[in-house]
């Protein structure tokens, strides 16, 4: 199984979209227009029903007049007309429509010019004459027609100026000379729409530019309210485990404490050599597992406060493995191991001592906690990334611990608390360092096979500075040292054990001026 501890690539919500983009960003004019569109489609019911509503009306009262032959020209093609609108309705409704909205509305205006090419042939058809007749309906009609399609397309003002010169156009063209007054009062009718369409169309762009600014801001007040609810939770949630922490921290610190205390007092009661000689070496590891105890503490405070400053470099992976296994060499003959590396050479770009404590961290786990077999430090090519991994044939870590084993103080094979098995605090450094560089930390382990851990870096530029590694090790003769230390305990101590090193060691005291008021 694969627990991923690092960085996880961030989720993304994934919103389902109509043939248009439906829920346009404020003041973005590409997603305005696509909502107009989107508006001119959502009423072609309308304007369907009531232009049938109007030929059947149309056609009952031209049937009862002279010209109710020329009915057998003009339904069938209102009949196409509205089979069109309603054909493109319904392919809007399935998706059908091109999802680009110039393509769309192109497809919109040619629908209403069929529309008003139907009814310009009724104005054609029934000319103004003298007296009552056919021609008086078909002006209402076209009248009405126009006024309704000022809602139905108040989207787009062009597509209606088109459906308003093909509808009576030839109405007025037709019209005698004597009734002129007919054809003006229809091209005043058709100005004073096309005046209302334009306004119409401003308030809709306003209106829509309203409601996303409202969706937005509602959307911005969810998020924040979210990021408030979660900050919450993980203050929450770090408060707990601080307190966790601080309980296992106290309890590890006040053993070799207290045995401190009590090998001091054997050492004052002037013991046998034998007694002082074994007070003094467990002094010694009591003083070492404080001392080990309190720097990982203490790494782990420059971690989580943001501290610690990474300075990438060139690092080639295959010097710092076979550091970390000289380093683990004698540790691992002791536990009957084998710790070696292999894979090609390949150079990072990371911050030296980070890595460095982060794969020697690992491979000190394996080799303490992995039981008998080999440990083995490894280096793939991931693409633009090396995969850097730390194996084991240890015991495996059981399903539900693969998460808790990176807390503080944490050691599944260890109940008894042995210090020298480690403290519990190296692989929840790793994850802190991995966490603060960026670095996915994965975790595969099986229960009575092993575990694997994996680090994928970015490969270095074959330009940046490699890391210089020291060729020689300082000559440790012994010299005279000059100790400036303000803590007297720990200026003494320090003057006894340079002169135990053979080296002759002089203090410094630091002296500050009394301030006025003193």
């Known amino acids: 199984m694969w627990v991923r501890v690092g960085l996880a690539p961030k989720s993304q919500a994934v919103s389902a979209e109509a043939p248009f983009c439906y829920a346009p960003r404020m003041h973005d004019p590409t997603r305005v227009r696509e909502?107009?569109?989107?508006?001119?489609?959502e009423q072609l019911p309308s304007a369907i029903a009531g232009s049938a509503l109007a030929v059947a009306l149309l056609a009952v009262g031209?049937?009862?007049?002279?010209?109710?032959?020329?009915?057998w020209i003009w339904l069938p093609v209102q009949f196409a007309s509205h089979s069109l609108n309603l054909g493109l309705y319904l392919?809007?409704?399935a998706g059908r429509v091109p999802k680009s909205a110039t393509r769309a509305l192109w497809l919109r205006r040619a629908s209403s010019m069929a529309t008003g090419l139907a009814w310009g042939l009724a104005g054609f058809l029934w000319p103004v004459q003298d007296g009552y007749g056919p021609w008086l309906g078909t002006v209402m009609c076209l009248g009405g027609i126009l006024a309704g399609a000022s809602s139905t397309i108040?989207?787009?003002?062009k597509g209606y100026v088109g459906l308003t010169v093909v509808m009576i156009a030839p109405a007025v063209l037709v019209t005698p000379a004597e009734h002129w007054w007919a054809a003006a009062l229809l091209v005043a009718f058709g100005a004073a729409t096309t005046f209302v369409v334009i306004r119409n169309s401003r308030v809709l762009k306003q209106s829509f530019a309203l409601r996303w600014e409202n969706e937005e801001l509602l959307a911005s007040a969810l998020a924040q309210g979210e990021a408030a609810e979660?900050?919450?939770?993980?203050?929450?949630e770090a408060d707990e485990a601080k307190t966790r922490f601080l309980a296992a921290a106290s309890h590890d610190l006040r053993q070799p404490v207290q045995a401190?205390?009590?090998?001091?007092d054997v050492l004052g009661s002037d013991p046998g050599p034998e007694a002082r000689q074994r007070a003094t070496e467990a002094i010694h590891r009591s003083t070492t597992a404080l001392q080990a105890m309190l720097e990982g503490l203490l790494d782990i405070s420059r971690l989580d406060s943001g501290l610690?400053?990474?300075?990438?470099?060139?690092?080639?992976?295959?010097s710092l493995?076979?550091?970390v296994v000289a380093a683990l060499a004698d540790e691992a003959d002791l536990s009957d191991m084998v710790i070696s590396s292999a894979g090609p050479a390949l150079c990072v770009h990371a911050d030296s001592g980070l890595l460095s404590r982060v794969i020697h961290n690992l491979a000190a786990n394996a080799v303490r906690h992995g039981g008998r077999g080999r440990v083995l430090l490894s280096a793939r090519r991931r693409g633009e990334h090396a995969l850097v991994q730390v194996w084991d044939q240890g015991r495996g870590i059981p399903e539900d611990d693969c998460d808790r084993i990176f807390d503080e103080f944490v050691q599944l094979q260890n109940a008894e608390r042995d210090r020298e098995q480690g403290l519990g605090l190296g692989l929840s450094m790793v994850r802190r360092i991995c966490t603060l560089c960026g670095w996915e930390l994965e975790l595969r382990s099986e229960l009575g096979r092993g575990t694997v851990f994996s680090i994928r870096l970015p490969l270095a530029d074959s330009e940046l500075p490699v890391r210089q590694t020291p060729s020689s090790v300082p000559d440790a003769r012994p010299r005279a040292f000059l100790l400036v230390e303000d803590d007297q305990l720990v200026r003494d101590a320090l003057t006894d054990w340079v002169g135990a090193q053979g080296g002759q060691a002089y203090t410094c005291l630091l002296y500050t001026s009394p301030s006025p008021r003193d």
């Open 35 to 41: 909502s107009l569109v989107w508006h001119t489609y």
């Open 62 to 71: 031209v049937g009862l007049h002279e010209g109710g032959e020329l009915l």
């Open 91 to 93: 392919a809007y409704r």
């Open 154 to 157: 108040a989207a787009d003002p």
């Open 230 to 236: 979660a900050a919450r939770a993980r203050a929450e």
């Open 260 to 264: 401190l205390a009590l090998f001091s």
């Open 308 to 318: 610690v400053a990474t300075a990438p470099v060139r690092i080639c992976l295959d």
């Open 321 to 323: 493995f076979s550091e």
